[in-house]
Nanobody, 125 residues
Framework: QVELAESGGGSVQVGGSLTLACATA??????MGWFRQAPEKEREGVAF???????SYGDSAKGRFAISKDAAKKTLYLQINNLKPEDTGLYYC?????????????????????WGQGTQVSVSQ
């Protein structure tokens, strides 16, 4: 049974930074990513990383977001810099055992089998 647990969200001011973490059990999964969902909006893909460490980013995440993973700690990370109000939302960690297609920046929620409960990020002026 795969379990994902996000942490690191919080309330920050514009321009601040956050590092989100996703603890994975029993191990890191081949294809992992972060999605976010703002109030009354659809869940959108933010960043993805495959089993080789190749990363890809959604259009809204390019330049300010960085996804990474630590195999020894079985943890996925998302570094967010220069936070903006539009970054506010619930951030989800997602994982899937597939090897193919994980380098695409256009991955959808339906492409992932496992999800965490989410961690809230709120950005204010």
């Amino acid at each position: 049974q795969v379990e994902l647990a996000e942490s690191g969200g919080g309330s920050v001011q514009v321009g601040g930074s956050l590092t989100l973490a996703c603890a994975t059990a029993p191990t890191l999964i081949y294809c992992m990513g972060w999605f976010r969902q703002a109030p009354e909006k659809e869940r959108e893909g933010v960043a993805f990383i495959d089993h080789l460490g190749v990363t890809s980013y959604g259009d809204s995440a390019k330049g300010r977001f960085a996804i990474s993973k630590d195999a020894a700690k079985k943890t996925l990370y998302l570094q967010i810099n220069n936070l903006k109000p539009e970054d506010t939302g619930l951030y989800y960690c997602a994982a899937d055992w597939r090897r193919s297609g994980c380098q695409s920046a256009d991955q959808r929620p339906i492409d992932f089998s496992y999800w965490g409960q989410g961690t809230q990020v709120s950005v204010s002026q």
